[in-house]
């Protein structure tokens, strides 16, 4: 797409909410601030109902993340729930906690009653991540796989694991749109042509560089100020620029 483009980040600091009306990215796109809206956002019934969508250009899932501290090893849900030293939760708001309080798999209905109990709820994913790093591996936190892969990643030296690789399977990120905008054609070919020629999987191999496998789990320090989980590459105005 031969066009230039402004960026600006949302005032609210959200991706959506509603409460009778829809704020944060979502709202932004619905009542016509912005052209669209590109972000971690999942392609969930909820959303799609209210805007349209591109086709995904990362394909995302739920994933667990922990501090293997060497005392127990978790791999699944289900090792989750049959231990009781580390307790768990996931963001307050979002695609991850409607899956669970939704899901009809026993398996989640489990999880999900279990973080009531728990009251192990995060009020957002900063919060939940901060709590399994602060935290001598006593907590894991639930949320969508690809923040969790490259977390972990980026901060292996700080014992950081992430599991699951998708314990639930979603439609992925897309870009958010106005219902019936002229856009949506475009940006899905442009979408489809990158995923063909292997662009997308570049771009995440950048920032998903695999420092795990290399030895290069060390910690960067700080930049322009801003917390060490900002790295993450959300910097999507590459996929956007391409």
């Known amino acids: 797409m031969d066009c230039k483009f402004?960026?600006?980040?949302?005032?609210?600091?959200?991706?959506?909410?509603?409460?009778?009306?829809?704020?944060?990215?979502?709202?932004?796109?619905?009542?016509?601030?912005?052209?669209?809206?590109?972000?971690?956002?999942?392609?969930?019934?909820?959303?799609?109902?209210?805007?349209?969508?591109?086709?995904?250009?990362?394909?995302?899932?739920?994933?667990?993340?922990?501090?293997?501290?060497?005392?127990?090893?978790?791999?699944?849900?289900?090792?989750?729930?049959?231990?009781?030293?580390?307790?768990?939760?996931?963001?307050?708001?979002?695609?991850?906690?409607?899956?669970?309080?939704?899901?009809?798999?026993?398996?989640?209905?489990?999880?999900?009653?279990?973080?009531?109990?728990?009251?192990?709820?995060?009020?957002?994913?900063?919060?939940?991540?901060?709590?399994?790093?602060?935290?001598?591996?006593?907590?894991?936190?639930?949320?969508?796989n690809p923040r969790m892969e490259f977390l972990a990643d980026k901060h292996c030296q700080k014992g950081l694991v992430s599991v699951g690789h998708g314990v639930a399977r979603v439609e992925g990120y897309g870009i958010v749109l106005p219902q019936g905008s002229p856009y949506r054609e475009d940006l899905n070919l442009a979408i489809l042509e990158l995923q063909e020629e292997g662009e997308l999987d570049r771009i995440k191999s950048k920032w998903w560089r695999g420092n795990r496998e290399k030895g290069l789990c060390q910690f960067q320090a700080e930049e322009n100020g801003l917390p060490w989980w900002t790295n993450w590459p959300w910097n999507l105005v590459e996929y956007l620029s391409l």
């Open 6 to 144: 402004h960026i600006q980040l949302v005032e609210d600091g959200n991706y959506d909410e509603t409460m009778g009306t829809w704020n944060g990215m979502v709202g932004e796109v619905i009542n016509e601030r912005v052209d669209m809206a590109v972000a971690d956002l999942s392609i969930i019934s909820a959303r799609e109902k209210a805007v349209d969508f591109t086709v995904p250009f990362l394909h995302t899932g739920i994933s667990i993340l922990y501090k293997n501290t060497g005392v127990l090893t978790i791999s699944s849900l289900d090792d989750l729930l049959r231990q009781d030293k580390i307790k768990f939760g996931c963001e307050r708001r979002g695609f991850t906690p409607t899956f669970f309080r939704n899901s009809k798999v026993p398996t989640n209905q489990k999880i999900w009653q279990a973080i009531l109990e728990q009251e192990s709820l995060a009020s957002n994913f900063i919060s939940g991540v901060q709590k399994v790093v602060d935290g001598g591996g006593d907590y894991a936190f639930m949320s969508d």
